[in-house]
């Protein structure tokens, strides 16, 4: 038997990933000879993993933080959403190529439309984080023509150099800087994204005012690793609409899945995996 073709995520730190349990349930469902490993590694050791690819027989990559766009002078390509995000979270290895994707808003937005019955088109929005999962999920929102789409980040220079890049590629939205939280102007929006880390460890404060949130808005954290951070816990008490990135994370994967393997994705596995593993 032919040895077993290795897929992963390369990002750190990564011990809390889930993405092992979804795929590797999506192999053993569907009989592939194929194993999903986690490969925390430190910026310095990027080289030369990119380098012994071939030899340790890994056909797939997924990429988190830190390096979404770390990654890509390692690439022989990027695909049209990748380049347009400037961010890549799959790395489809051939025998001659590294190819560089991006699920991730794709993700998002199946998630958004197909299971939260969201549709962002006329919207506004209050987006806090301008860094790789945001830049993907700002142009995916781009593409369905919200009214309007405000960005903060603690970087300045991040948030604004983001509005500047969605401004040259879509008209008809308006896009703005906040300067604060307060000046995403919450009370009036839609929808808020949460596309930072705060609120992934315990003891960090909330980053929202629990009265700026108003009844009729959806609260969408990407934070996946807890059951409920701080902020969907005050957006609930206010009676909102409230949804972890969890969704996010499986439709990604079912992206990222059906890229490397050239076939549909047993979703309802992976979703009762990811589910699963986040109860342990």
Request: net charge positive; with cysteine; hydrophobic share 40%.
């Amino acid at each position: 038997m032919s040895p077993s073709k290795i897929y992963g995520l390369i990002g750190y730190p990564i011990k809390h990933s889930l993405s092992p349990a979804m795929h590797n349930a999506a192999f053993s469902s569907l009989t592939l000879n194929a194993r999903y490993q986690l490969f925390p590694l430190k910026e310095d050791e990027l080289k030369e993993f990119f380098s012994n690819l071939k030899r340790n027989n890994i056909c797939g990559l997924n990429v988190t933080i830190p390096y979404k766009e770390t990654v890509i002078p390692f690439l022989h390509s990027l695909s049209q959403e990748a380049r347009l995000i400037g961010a890549v979270n799959t790395i489809k290895v051939s025998d001659t190529t590294l190819e560089g994707f991006n699920t991730d808003g794709e993700g998002f937005l199946r998630h958004l439309e197909q299971d939260l019955k969201f549709n962002p088109k006329g919207q506004t929005v209050s987006l806090i984080g301008a860094g790789g999962a945001a830049r993907a999920i700002a142009v995916y929102l781009a593409k369905k023509t919200p009214r309007g789409l405000t960005i903060y980040d603690i970087d300045k220079t991040k948030a604004l150099t983001l509005i500047n890049h969605l401004k040259e590629n879509f008209t008809g939205i308006e896009f703005k800087h906040a300067e604060s939280i307060e000046g995403l102007n919450i009370q009036n929006s839609n929808l808020l994204i949460n596309a930072t880390p705060m609120g992934m460890k315990e003891d960090d404060p909330c980053l929202v005012h629990k009265d700026s949130i108003p009844r009729d808005i959806l609260v969408y954290d990407l934070i996946y690793n807890r059951k409920v951070t701080k902020l969907l816990q005050i957006a609930k008490e206010k009676g909102a609409q409230v949804s972890s990135g969890l969704g996010m994370l499986l439709y990604q994967g079912v992206g990222a899945f059906e890229l490397w393997m050239a076939q549909k994705a047993p979703v309802e596995i992976m979703r009762k995996a990811l589910m699963e593993e986040l109860n342990k």
